[in-house]
C-alpha cells in the first residue's frame, strides 16, 4: 500500500490511487470489521450521524479514461471532477443529458463534486422527465465490495444484457455497495437552442394541468417547473426546432399570459431551478419527494399545512419540500410517495431514507449483505 | 447433434412427476395444467429451436395468486421453474428441463389501467408488446421499446430479456422504459416493486429485476412509461460501395448532434437475400443504411438536409429519401422483410453481439475473415446507432457437423465483439445459447456476485437453474441449494 495515501486529519483519509490499492485496503477492513464513510469529494458529505472512523476517498482515483463523442460514450474514474466531465464534452457540443445537479448551494459545501458520487447518488436534474435519471445513461462500473472483491458490471456499449444488471443497483446506493472505481456513461448532444416557457398567477393545480397536456404532445418537453404562482416549461433543439416546439405550444395554451426567454438566459434560469437555489438561502431541513405527478397538487397543500415552501419539478413528479416539520409528519404527508432528506438542518438526526415495505426491505438488506458482509461501507445510511 | 449441455435431469424429480402435476391440477382451476406430451410439445423449446425438451408439466395461470399457488407447490416439491412468456427467445431462455415445471405467464392478458396524466400503463405481463402501443393508439401514446418480434413476444419476456428494437437508439430500451413491476418470490410471495412515479428512493431493484432472464422471480404485471406520438417519421435509403464508409457515415451522423430514432445497417448478402425474396428495388452495392427522423415536417425536411449534407461528403451510390407513407413502406419493407428473407436462403442462427460503434468497420471485416475461415456465409443486418449487431450465420442443419460449425463461428464472433470492448449479447440475452462464454465477458468474481444475488431471491435455485451462468461455474451453487 502506498504511504502516501494516508492523510492523517480529524478521522483517517485513506484515498487509493487504484483497484488494487482499493481492493487491499477494503479486505483488510472487512477482516478487521472498521466502519468506512466513503466520500467522492471529500469534505463536504455531511453524514455526521454515520458510525465511522475512517473516511475511504475516490479523490485520487481520477482521470477520463475514454471519450468518443461519436460513439456517445464517456468512461471516467470516479473522482473525476463532475466539472471536468461536463467541460470535457461541452468542448465536443455534448453533455449528460440528466443534467447532474450541485449540491453546494443547497448544503453550503465546498468540496469538489465527483462523477462517482453523482452515480452513488443517481443524481438527476429537471430533463429526467424527457431524458431519463442517471441509471438510464449508466453503461458500466467498476466497483470494490465491502470484502474487497474487484467487480466489473455493464461496459461501454449502448446495448448489453449480459448477465445481471449491477449497474442499475450501484446506481443510487449511496457507497453502501461498494465503492465505485470507474463508470462509464452515454452521453448526448448539446442542444443548439433553448427556449423556456413562463406563465405567471396559475395556481399548482393549474400548472400540473398545463404540465399533463404539455408533456402529452410530441414537443419533447424537457423542463417543468412551478414555484410560488410561476410555472416554466422548457422546450429544446435545432434553431428552427426549438422555435417551433415554442410556437406550438404557446398556441396550445393561447388562454394564458406567457413569455419567452431564450438560450443564455433560459440556461442560466434552468442551472438555477437543477440546483434547487431557492432553498439555498435557508438552512431549515429540506426533502426531496417522489411522487405520482397528479397527487402533487395535495401533497403541497398538506406540506404548506405543516409550515415552509415546496418547489416542484419533474412537472409535478418531484416535490421539494423546505420547512421545519418533523421527520414524521413528513413523511407521513408523503406517504403516497418516497421522501428522502437531503439537508438535516438544526433538526436531530433522523432517516435520510424512508422505510421500505416487507419484502424490498428484507431484499435489500440482503442484498447489502451480500455487497457487504461485515456492515463497514456507510454504515446504516440506508438501513440495517 | 448440438453442443450446448443441460445437467442431467434429477431423478428423484422424475419419480415424483405424478404428486406434482396432481398437486398442481389440486390447487389451480381446470384447464390450467396442462401435461399431456401432445399438448406439452408447443412449449418443449423456444425460437432456438435445435434445442427441445419437454417438461413435466406447463401450468398455465390467469391471475397473480395462481402464479403464486403455482409457485409455492413447487417449491415445495424443490422442481425448476421455467418461466415462460411467448417462447419467441432467441438464446434458450424459455427451454425447460424434462425435471421442470414451465409456469406461463401468456394467460395473464389484462390491461389493467391506462392514465395519460401521469404517463404510464399498467398491464398483466402476457399482453403482447405490439397490443400495448394499439391500447394507446387512440389516445397519441405509444410505448417504445419495439423489438421485431413484437407481434408475437410478451411484456413478461420483454422485462427479463430487457429487451430492445430499431426505435432504441433515441427511446432506451425495455429498463428505461420500466416504472414498476408485480411479481411473484419463489416461496410464492407477491411483491410490488416501484410504481408509477420516476424513481423509487431505495436500491434500484427493479433495475436488478428487468434482464434477469427469470431468473429471480416471475413477473405478472408491469407499469410502462408511455410516450407521445411523433407527429410524424421518415426514412431515408443510403446506399455505400463499402462497408466501412457505411460505418464512418453513422459515426458522422451521431457526431453531428442528430439523434435519428433508428440507424439501420444491411450488406451485401443480406440485401441479395431481400433482393431475391422481398422484391425491393434497393440498390446493389455493399452496404445500405436506412435512416428514420421524425418530427413535424419542418424538423424532418431539416434533419434530412443535413443528413444529406454528411452522406454527400462520403459519396454515396445513392441518397434516396421518401416523400410519402408508401415511399417511406417501400423503404422500410426490405429491412422489415430481411429475416424472412434469410430464412429461405435455409438455417441461420442469429447473433447478437455488440460493439463499440468506432469498432464496427473493423469487426465487420473480421466476421468476414471467419466467415471464409468456417467456410459458412454470413449476412450481417442490425441496429448500427447503437453498434448492436446481428450477424446471421447460415448453414445447413441436416448436413452433419454444420451446426456444430455454426456454433463455433458464432462463438468466435461473440468473442472478438467483447475483444474490441463491446459484450455478448445486446438484447437476445444470454440463455443457453451464450452461458458457457459468460467467461470471456467476466471473471469468476464478477460471475460469484452475480450467483450471491440469485442466492438473495432464490435460494434454493429453483428459476431457470441451468442457464445464464457456465454450467461448472453455477455448479457449487446449484449442488448447496439442493442440499439444503
Ligand atoms: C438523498 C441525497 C442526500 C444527500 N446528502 C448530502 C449531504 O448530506 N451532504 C452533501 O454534501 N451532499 C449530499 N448530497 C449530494 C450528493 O452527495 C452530491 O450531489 C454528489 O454526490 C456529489 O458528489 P461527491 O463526489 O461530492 O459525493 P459525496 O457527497 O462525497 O458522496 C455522495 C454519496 O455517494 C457515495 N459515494 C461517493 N463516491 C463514491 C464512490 N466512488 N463509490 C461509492 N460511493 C460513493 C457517498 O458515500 C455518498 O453516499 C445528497 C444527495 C442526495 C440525492
Ligand atoms: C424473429 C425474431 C425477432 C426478434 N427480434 C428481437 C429484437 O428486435 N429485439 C429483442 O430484444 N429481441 C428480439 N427477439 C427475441 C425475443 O423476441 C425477445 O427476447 C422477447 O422479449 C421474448 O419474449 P417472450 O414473451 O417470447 O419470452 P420467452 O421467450 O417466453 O422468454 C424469454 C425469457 O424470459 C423469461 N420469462 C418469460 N416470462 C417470464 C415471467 N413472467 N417472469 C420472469 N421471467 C420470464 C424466460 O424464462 C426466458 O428466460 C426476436 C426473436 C425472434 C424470434
Same mark, same amino acid.
Given at each position: 500500500?502506498?504511504p502516501?495515501?494516508?492523510?492523517?486529519?480529524?478521522?483517517e483519509?485513506?484515498?487509493?490511487?487504484?483497484?488494487?490499492?482499493?481492493?487491499?485496503?477494503?479486505?483488510?477492513?472487512?477482516?478487521?470489521g472498521?466502519?468506512? /464513510?466513503?466520500?467522492?469529494?471529500?469534505?463536504?458529505?455531511?453524514?455526521?450521524?454515520?458510525n465511522a472512523?475512517?473516511?475511504?476517498?475516490?479523490?485520487?482515483?481520477?482521470?477520463?479514461?475514454?471519450?468518443?463523442?461519436?460513439a456517445?460514450?464517456?468512461?471516467?474514474r470516479?473522482?473525476?471532477?463532475?466539472?471536468?466531465v461536463?467541460?470535457?464534452?461541452a468542448?465536443e457540443?455534448?453533455a449528460?443529458?440528466?443534467?447532474?445537479m450541485?449540491?453546494r448551494?443547497?448544503?453550503g459545501?465546498?468540496?469538489?463534486?465527483?462523477?462517482?458520487?453523482?452515480?452513488?447518488?443517481?443524481?438527476?436534474?429537471?430533463?429526467?422527465?424527457?431524458?431519463g !435519471?442517471?441509471?438510464?445513461?449508466?453503461?458500466?462500473?467498476?466497483f470494490?465490495?465491502?470484502?474487497?472483491?474487484?467487480?466489473?458490471?455493464?461496459?461501454?456499449?449502448?446495448?448489453?444484457?449480459?448477465?445481471?444488471?449491477?449497474?442499475?443497483?450501484?446506481?443510487?446506493?449511496?457507497?453502501?455497495?461498494?465503492?465505485?472505481?470507474e463508470?462509464?456513461l452515454?452521453?448526448?448532444?448539446r442542444?443548439?437552442?433553448?427556449?423556456?416557457?413562463?406563465?405567471?398567477? #396559475?395556481?399548482?393545480?393549474?400548472?400540473?394541468?398545463?404540465?399533463?397536456?404539455?408533456?402529452a404532445?410530441?414537443?419533447e418537453?424537457s423542463?417543468?417547473?412551478?414555484?410560488?404562482?410561476s410555472?416554466?416549461? &422548457?422546450?429544446?433543439?435545432f434553431?428552427?426546432?426549438?422555435a417551433?416546439r415554442?410556437?406550438?405550444?404557446?398556441?396550445l395554451f393561447r388562454?394564458?399570459?406567457i413569455?419567452?426567454?431564450?438560450?443564455?438566459?433560459?440556461r442560466?434560469?434552468?442551472?438555477?431551478?437543477?440546483?434547487?437555489?431557492v432553498f439555498?438561502?435557508s438552512?431549515?431541513?429540506?426533502?426531496r419527494i417522489?411522487?405520482?405527478?397528479s397527487?402533487?397538487? !395535495?401533497?403541497a397543500?398538506?406540506l404548506?399545512?405543516?409550515?415552509?415552501?415546496?418547489?416542484i419539478?419533474?412537472g409535478g413528479?418531484?416535490?421539494?419540500?423546505?420547512?421545519?416539520?418533523?421527520?414524521?409528519? #413528513?413523511?407521513?404527508?408523503?406517504s403516497?410517495? /418516497?421522501?428522502?432528506?437531503i439537508?438535516?438542518?438544526? &433538526?436531530?438526526?433522523?432517516?435520510?431514507?424512508?422505510?421500505?415495505?416487507?419484502?424490498i426491505?428484507?431484499?435489500?438488506?440482503?442484498l447489502?449483505k451480500?455487497?457487504d458482509?461485515?456492515?463497514?461501507?456507510?454504515?446504516?445510511?440506508m438501513?440495517? | 447433434?448440438?453442443t450446448?449441455?443441460?445437467?442431467?435431469?434429477?431423478?428423484?424429480?422424475?419419480?415424483?412427476a405424478?404428486?406434482?402435476?396432481? !398437486?398442481?391440477?389440486?390447487?389451480?382451476?381446470?384447464?390450467?395444467?396442462?401435461?399431456?406430451?401432445?399438448?406439452?410439445?408447443?412449449?418443449?423449446?423456444?425460437?432456438?429451436?435445435?434445442?427441445?425438451?419437454p417438461?413435466?408439466?406447463?401450468?398455465?395461470?390467469?391471475?397473480?395468486?395462481?402464479?403464486?399457488t403455482?409457485?409455492?407447490?413447487?417449491?415445495?416439491?424443490?422442481?425448476?421453474?421455467?418461466?415462460?412468456?411467448?417462447?419467441?427467445?432467441?438464446a434458450g431462455?424459455?427451454?425447460?428441463?424434462?425435471d421442470?415445471?414451465v409456469i406461463?405467464?401468456?394467460?395473464?392478458?389484462?390491461?389493467?389501467?391506462?392514465?395519460?396524466?401521469?404517463?404510464f400503463?399498467r398491464?398483466?405481463?402476457?399482453?403482447t408488446?405490439?397490443?400495448?402501443?394499439?391500447?394507446?393508439?387512440a389516445?397519441?401514446?405509444f410505448?417504445?421499446?419495439?423489438?421485431?418480434?413484437?407481434?408475437?413476444?410478451?411484456i413478461?419476456?420483454?422485462?427479463?430479456m430487457?429487451?430492445?428494437?430499431?426505435?432504441?437508439?433515441?427511446?432506451?430500451?425495455?429498463?428505461?422504459?420500466?416504472?414498476?413491476v408485480?411479481?411473484?418470490?419463489t416461496?410464492?410471495?407477491i411483491?410490488e416493486?416501484?410504481?408509477?412515479?420516476?424513481d423509487?428512493?431505495?436500491l434500484?431493484i427493479?433495475g436488478?429485476?428487468?434482464?434477469?432472464?427469470?431468473?429471480?422471480?416471475?413477473?405478472?404485471? =408491469?407499469?410502462? /412509461?408511455?410516450?407521445?406520438k411523433?407527429e410524424?417519421a421518415?426514412?431515408?435509403?443510403?446506399?455505400f460501395?463499402s462497408a466501412e464508409?457505411?460505418?464512418?457515415?453513422?459515426a458522422?451522423?451521431i457526431?453531428?448532434?442528430?439523434?435519428?430514432?433508428?440507424?439501420?445497417y444491411?450488406?451485401?448478402?443480406?440485401? /441479395? =437475400?431481400?433482393?431475391?425474396?422481398?422484391?425491393?428495388?434497393?440498390?446493389?452495392?455493399?452496404?445500405?443504411l436506412?435512416?428514420?427522423?421524425?418530427?413535424?415536417?419542418?424538423?424532418?425536411a431539416?434533419q434530412?438536409?443535413?443528413?444529406?449534407?454528411? =452522406?454527400?461528403?462520403?459519396?454515396?451510390?445513392?441518397?434516396?429519401?421518401?416523400?410519402?407513407?408508401d415511399?417511406?413502406l =417501400?423503404?422500410w419493407?426490405?429491412?422489415?422483410? !430481411?429475416?424472412?428473407?434469410?430464412?429461405?436462403?435455409?438455417d441461420?442462427?442469429?447473433?447478437?453481439?455488440?460493439?463499440?460503434?468506432?469498432?464496427l468497420?473493423?469487426?465487420?471485416?473480421?466476421i468476414g475473415?471467419l466467415?471464409?475461415?468456417?467456410g459458412?456465409?454470413?449476412?450481417?443486418?442490425?441496429?448500427a446507432?447503437?453498434?448492436?449487431?446481428?450477424?446471421?450465420?447460415?448453414?445447413n442443419a441436416?448436413?452433419?457437423?454444420e451446426?456444430?460449425r455454426?456454433?463455433?463461428y458464432?462463438?468466435?464472433?461473440?468473442?472478438?465483439?467483447?475483444?474490441?470492448?463491446?459484450?455478448?449479447?445486446?438484447e437476445?440475452?444470454?440463455?443457453?445459447e451464450?452461458?458457457?462464454?459468460?467467461?470471456?465477458?467476466?471473471?469468476a468474481?464478477?460471475?460469484?456476485?452475480?450467483?450471491?444475488i440469485?442466492?438473495?431471491?432464490?435460494?434454493?435455485?429453483?428459476?431457470?437453474?441451468?442457464k445464464?451462468?457456465?454450467?461448472?461455474?453455477?455448479?457449487?451453487?446449484r449442488?448447496?441449494?439442493?442440499r439444503?
Amino acid at each position: 500500500m502506498n504511504p502516501n495515501s494516508k492523510i492523517n486529519g480529524p478521522t483517517e483519509v485513506f484515498s487509493p490511487n487504484d483497484d488494487a490499492e482499493l481492493s487491499a485496503f477494503l479486505a483488510d477492513s472487512y477482516a478487521r470489521g472498521i466502519p468506512l /464513510r466513503i466520500a467522492g469529494g471529500g469534505t463536504r458529505l455531511d453524514l455526521g450521524a454515520l458510525n465511522a472512523q475512517q473516511t475511504l476517498t475516490s479523490r485520487a482515483l481520477t482521470g477520463i479514461v475514454t471519450y468518443e463523442p461519436g460513439a456517445l460514450t464517456l468512461i471516467a474514474r470516479a473522482g473525476t471532477p463532475l466539472e471536468e466531465v461536463e467541460q470535457t464534452l461541452a468542448e465536443e457540443g455534448q453533455a449528460l443529458a440528466f443534467e447532474p445537479m450541485d449540491h453546494r448551494g443547497l448544503l453550503g459545501s465546498s468540496g469538489v463534486p465527483t462523477i462517482g458520487g453523482v452515480v452513488a447518488a443517481n443524481v438527476s436534474g429537471p430533463r429526467r422527465l424527457q431524458a431519463g !435519471a442517471c441509471r438510464d445513461h449508466l453503461l458500466g462500473v467498476r466497483f470494490v465490495d465491502g470484502s474487497g472483491r474487484k467487480i466489473k458490471n455493464g461496459g461501454r456499449v449502448m446495448k448489453n444484457v449480459t448477465g445481471l444488471d449491477l449497474s442499475k443497483l450501484m446506481c443510487g446506493s449511496f457507497g453502501t455497495l461498494g465503492v465505485l472505481t470507474e463508470v462509464a456513461l452515454k452521453t448526448l448532444p448539446r442542444a443548439e437552442r433553448q427556449l423556456t416557457l413562463v406563465f405567471s398567477k #396559475v395556481s399548482l393545480q393549474e400548472a400540473c394541468t398545463i404540465f399533463a397536456s404539455a408533456l402529452a404532445t410530441p414537443y419533447e418537453v424537457s423542463g417543468a417547473v412551478y414555484h410560488q404562482e410561476s410555472a416554466w416549461l &422548457r422546450v429544446e433543439g435545432f434553431a428552427q426546432q426549438a422555435a417551433y416546439r415554442a410556437d406550438r405550444l404557446k398556441a396550445l395554451f393561447r388562454e394564458n399570459q406567457i413569455d419567452v426567454i431564450a438560450d443564455e438566459e433560459s440556461r442560466a434560469l434552468w442551472r438555477d431551478f437543477k440546483n434547487v437555489e431557492v432553498f439555498a438561502q435557508s438552512s431549515e431541513p429540506l426533502w426531496r419527494i417522489l411522487i405520482k405527478p397528479s397527487e402533487a397538487p !395535495a401533497l403541497a397543500r398538506s406540506l404548506q399545512l405543516l409550515g415552509g415552501d415546496v418547489f416542484i419539478d419533474w412537472g409535478g413528479g418531484l416535490v421539494w419540500y423546505c420547512g421545519s416539520a418533523q421527520s414524521a409528519e #413528513v413523511r407521513s404527508a408523503a406517504s403516497a410517495g /418516497r421522501a428522502v432528506l437531503i439537508r438535516q438542518g438544526a &433538526r436531530p438526526a433522523s432517516d435520510r431514507f424512508p422505510e421500505d415495505a416487507g419484502a424490498i426491505s428484507r431484499l435489500s438488506a440482503a442484498l447489502r449483505k451480500t455487497f457487504d458482509p461485515a456492515g463497514i461501507l456507510n454504515p446504516k445510511l440506508m438501513g440495517d | 447433434m448440438s453442443t450446448i449441455a443441460m445437467p442431467k435431469p434429477d431423478a428423484r424429480i422424475l419419480a415424483e412427476a405424478p404428486q406434482i402435476i396432481a !398437486a398442481l391440477r389440486d390447487a389451480l382451476p381446470a384447464g390450467t395444467v396442462i401435461s399431456d406430451p401432445e399438448e406439452t410439445r408447443a412449449y418443449e423449446c423456444d425460437a432456438l429451436t435445435a434445442y427441445r425438451c419437454p417438461p413435466i408439466a406447463v401450468v398455465l395461470p390467469r391471475t397473480t395468486e395462481e402464479v403464486a399457488t403455482a409457485m409455492r407447490i413447487c417449491q415445495r416439491f424443490s422442481v425448476p421453474v421455467v418461466p415462460r412468456g411467448a417462447g419467441t427467445s432467441l438464446a434458450g431462455g424459455a427451454l425447460p428441463t424434462a425435471d421442470s415445471v414451465v409456469i406461463a405467464t401468456i394467460r395473464l392478458r389484462e390491461i389493467l389501467e391506462i392514465d395519460t396524466t401521469n404517463r404510464f400503463i399498467r398491464v398483466q405481463t402476457g399482453v403482447t408488446n405490439l397490443s400495448v402501443s394499439a391500447e394507446l393508439e387512440a389516445e397519441g401514446f405509444f410505448y417504445a421499446p419495439d423489438p421485431s418480434s413484437q407481434l408475437a413476444c410478451t411484456i413478461a419476456g420483454n422485462i427479463a430479456m430487457n429487451s430492445g428494437g430499431a426505435h432504441c437508439l433515441k427511446y432506451g430500451v425495455t429498463t428505461n422504459n420500466l416504472m414498476g413491476v408485480r411479481c411473484v418470490l419463489t416461496d410464492g410471495e407477491i411483491v410490488e416493486v416501484g410504481g408509477p412515479f420516476m424513481d423509487s428512493g431505495g436500491l434500484d431493484i427493479l433495475g436488478l429485476l428487468c434482464g434477469s432472464e427469470g431468473q429471480l422471480a416471475i413477473v405478472t404485471e =408491469a407499469t410502462l /412509461r408511455i410516450v407521445p406520438k411523433p407527429e410524424d417519421a421518415r426514412p431515408m435509403l443510403i446506399g455505400f460501395d463499402s462497408a466501412e464508409t457505411a460505418g464512418e457515415c453513422v459515426a458522422r451522423i451521431i457526431r453531428s448532434g442528430l439523434i435519428p430514432v433508428a440507424i439501420e445497417y444491411m450488406d451485401d448478402v443480406c440485401l /441479395r =437475400a431481400i433482393e431475391a425474396f422481398a422484391k425491393t428495388d434497393y440498390p446493389k452495392c455493399a452496404a445500405v443504411l436506412i435512416v428514420e427522423v421524425e418530427g413535424s415536417q419542418g424538423e424532418i425536411a431539416h434533419q434530412i438536409e443535413r443528413i444529406r449534407e454528411i =452522406a454527400d461528403e462520403l459519396s454515396p451510390v445513392e441518397f434516396r429519401s421518401s416523400r410519402n407513407k408508401d415511399e417511406s413502406l =417501400a423503404i422500410w419493407k426490405g429491412r422489415k422483410s !430481411a429475416f424472412g428473407a434469410m430464412g429461405r436462403l435455409g438455417d441461420y442462427l442469429c447473433l447478437d453481439g455488440t460493439v463499440p460503434v468506432s469498432k464496427l468497420p473493423y469487426t465487420l471485416k473480421r466476421i468476414g475473415e471467419l466467415s471464409k475461415h468456417y467456410g459458412l456465409e454470413v449476412a450481417n443486418v442490425f441496429h448500427a446507432g447503437d453498434g448492436n449487431m446481428h450477424p446471421l450465420i447460415l448453414f445447413n442443419a441436416n448436413a452433419p457437423g454444420e451446426l456444430e460449425r455454426a456454433e463455433a463461428y458464432g462463438a468466435d464472433i461473440l468473442r472478438l465483439c467483447v475483444d474490441v470492448g463491446g459484450c455478448l449479447t445486446g438484447e437476445h440475452g444470454v440463455g443457453i445459447e451464450k452461458r458457457d462464454l459468460m467467461s470471456k465477458q467476466y471473471s469468476a468474481e464478477d460471475m460469484a456476485i452475480q450467483m450471491d444475488i440469485k442466492d438473495v431471491f432464490d435460494p434454493d435455485w429453483l428459476l431457470n437453474p441451468a442457464k445464464v451462468f457456465p454450467l461448472d461455474v453455477s455448479q457449487p451453487y446449484r449442488d448447496r441449494a439442493s442440499r439444503s
